[in-house]
């Protein structure tokens, strides 16, 4: 196996030797340079696989070196060594896109945790990851088989989302034949609670059924309304919840999660069953019934979602909810370009604002 190899550059590396001593002791490959343009002249001429960098040296400084060292070999890790505490330079070698940030003096063991969490980090996460997977496998294949509600079969998604995403992160793809096949036995068994328990949903008599389409506004969209809170509805066609939780990561730079909870779609669930009977607050068979001039049905030419604003606006006057709405589907840009342009006007106009995206969607039917 190719060893890693390192670059240490400080202007007192003689007084780093037994450092460097350690680290070749651990099977590390060191080289070392005592100035900048020694350094860049380094990496100019052979590969490196991390590098040491001290920020207070004669000459270039650390951070100029850092700046050429990124642009000849920009993907190589660099952890930054200084004696200095001050904020300001913290800030620049962070802004500089440094991996790891030391304050001298550093013991042997800060150094070789750098190192494998720059380094190794991949393949220790690997190994860790399909290791704890190993260990649940067995207690969720038993949540899957003893799974008798609608709220365990949510708790069991959420868990094999969960390994799904860790063992994909950590791309080792030593587990992903297993997965799938627990997941192939999660679908099987959980057909077969559907085929079951799915009619006796729509039993008013029955309490204990999960949120559905028909009730999902009304359940968490409603109180904040009724409160006179500002609210923005997102409605992302097809998203699953794995790739939430793949966006997730982004959104939270911006926005704090709440809470976060699954609902069970109306079958079919194709969009002109499962997003009409969302905004209608109906099952199909009642939208078309009450509403005979905004159904569709399969063998009608048309959109067959063309009314969900006149839907949406029906049950907030039913629930004595302003209709007073901004509503926009998402086709293209330009639609996201003239809501973004307008967006203070519209936030002051209106209670609800409603945006349907159909990009996931659109995706997927690309796909097949």
Do not use: C
């Not at 080792?172 to 679908?187: F, R, T, V, Y």
């Not at 079958?267 to 997003?275: F, G, I, N």
């Not at 019934?289 to 049950?315: A, S, V």
């Amino acid at each position: 196996m190719k060893k890693t190899h390192i670059l240490w550059v400080d202007d007192e590396i003689d007084l780093l030797k037994p450092h460097v001593i350690f680290l070749e002791q651990k099977g590390y490959s060191v080289s070392t340079a005592t100035n900048g343009h020694d350094a860049i002249e380094m990496v100019e001429q052979n590969e490196f696989d991390l590098f040491f960098l001290d920020e207070n040296m004669p000459g270039l400084s650390g951070l100029e070196t850092l700046t050429k060292l990124k642009e000849i070999s920009p993907l190589t890790p660099v952890i930054m060594i200084t004696k200095s505490e001050e904020e300001n330079i913290m800030e620049d070698a962070i802004g500089a896109n440094i991996n790891d940030y030391l304050i001298k003096p550093v013991n042997p063991n800060q150094i070789l945790l750098a190192i494998k969490k720059n380094i190794e980090k991949k393949r220790l996460v690997s190994e860790k990851t399909n290791q704890a997977y190993q260990s649940a496998f067995s207690s969720l294949g038993m949540e899957i088989n003893d799974s008798l509600t609608h709220q365990d079969w949510i708790n069991v998604y959420k868990k094999l989302v969960f390994w799904e995403l860790e063992l994909s992160s950590s791309q080792s793809g030593q587990m992903d034949e297993i997965l799938q096949m627990q997941k192939n036995e999660a679908n099987s068994a959980f057909t077969k609670f559907i085929k079951k328990n799915y009619a006796n949903w729509f039993d008013s008599k029955n309490d204990d059924k999960p949120i559905l389409s028909p009730n999902i506004l009304r359940e968490k969209l409603f109180p904040n309304l009724h409160s006179d809170k500002k609210t923005f509805l997102l409605v992302i066609d097809n998203l699953r919840f794995d790739q939430w939780k793949a966006l997730q990561p982004a959104i939270n730079e911006y926005y704090r999660t709440e809470s976060e909870d699954l609902y069970y779609s109306i079958l079919p669930t194709a969009t002109q069953y499962s997003r009409n009977s969302l905004f209608s607050g109906l099952m199909p068979s009642e939208i078309s019934k009450l509403y005979p001039e905004l159904w569709k049905n399969d063998d009608e030419e048309g959109g067959k979602n063309l009314y969900e604003e006149e839907m949406l606006k029906n049950l907030l006057r039913k629930f004595n909810i302003s209709d007073n709405i901004y509503f926009e589907k998402i086709i293209d840009i330009k639609n996201i370009k003239r809501t973004q342009d307008r967006i203070k006007e519209i936030t002051r106009q209106h209670l609800l604002m409603v945006m349907i995206v159909n990009f996931v969607d659109n995706l997927s039917h690309a796909r097949t």
